[in-house]
């Protein structure tokens, strides 16, 4: 017996109405990444490994999926290094590709690889699926789309606040009110790094922080502990996970915090003229918080990050996330150009909608705007020159292929939900005329093919 098919964990497959669900968000967002300046790119789906690799942190690389060589790609292998057993030296000499992991490592690529043709500050979005050899759960896929914009060539902080801007609008017009956008500066991670006596292990110290939400404090200092920061240093941030209050408060307890550190209050200076800007421009459906925990693990971020959470009464994780990177097209050698973006989770802002009831009633609508039912060759010849004429017009028409029993016809476009049936019979030939058939009145009139176009031809 032949076993049942299956999707690999962590991937799903679509229905129609699914789509259409999704269609209805990316639609929101990409009117609002073009209403902000943004302009489209694409790029593969997959990346030369050593583009991707070395750019997320060691746990992000963990993560990345390989792509094999094609043909015999053990016959580079040493027998020496093939009986190491350590897949970490072999990597490199069996594959060459890797999927990509995020969409801002390629952007990056592509402008250091398009940099000619480009004008700076280049303002893009990209809507695309990546793939991370992740855990599956709720809200977590293998396979995602992301939903990204991204400005480069300009340090300004207007552009952040751009950004939140951006975060309030979508989910304004998607009716997600109780969003909360979440910010930090990596330069304020920095500062407690230096003054606590660890700056070189601040990236163990933010990969650690960042998990804060996800295993408690507790759980956090042991993994401080584990990468080898003192447990006088870990005494030192009990301050910090105490931290509370309104953004002013915040700002000025850590002002006393990181009064030693230069850069710990240049991070302060930037988050405080961002909160500023916001305060007189006023958001609708989002409110901006102060996260001093916020680390967001990912190595190239430099300055202001991003990270938001659903309403309280959706337990879904972040729905959103981004931040500021000073020079990351200097990896492939485009140094100086600093960069920052923002990103959409599209499956948990779906996930959020559904949990919600927040999808239009319209959202999903029949993929057929008419059937014509098949009585036999000659009417359906007949049936296919008034089909080629309403496609033409912008009607979504088809015939059923077969001249099976009316019953049998009609149950296919109930199932389909089609909202008018079209009966052409020997005696609609001959007077050239259609019986139109409302599925849901159950009404049914005879019109010649003018008043037919006039009633199922789209307004514009």
Known sequence: MAQKPSTPKGTRDFSAKQIAKRNYIFNTIKLHFKRFGFEPIETPSFENYNTLI????????????????SGDYLSKVDDALYNEKKSNKITSKISEKALRYDLTVPFARY???HQNDIDFPFKRYQIQPVWRADRPQKGRFREFYQCDADVVGSNSLWQEVEFIQLYDAVFSDLNLNGVTININNRKILSGI???IGVQ???IDFTVALDKLDKIGEEKVKQEMLNKGISQTAISKLDPLFTLSGSFDAQTNALKTILATSKEGLKGIEELEFINDAISVLQLEATSLQLNITLARGLNYYTGTIFEVSAPKEVNIGAIGGGGRYDDLTGIFGLKGLSGVGISFGLDRIYLMLEALNLFPSNTVT???????INF????ALHALKTIKLLRANGVNAELYPEAAKMKKQMTYANKKQVPYLVLIGEQEIATKVFTLKNMQSGEQSTVTIEALLTQLTPSQ
């Open 111 to 113: 402008v250091v690889q």
């Open 193 to 195: 790094a230096e003054v």
């Open 54 to 69: 070395g750019k997320y942190g060691e746990e992000g690389d963990r993560l990345i999926f390989k792509i094999l060589n």
């Open 366 to 372: 029949a993929a057929t705007d008419v059937l014509f």
């Open 200 to 202: 070189d292990k601040l």
């Open 376 to 379: 036999g060759a000659t009417e």
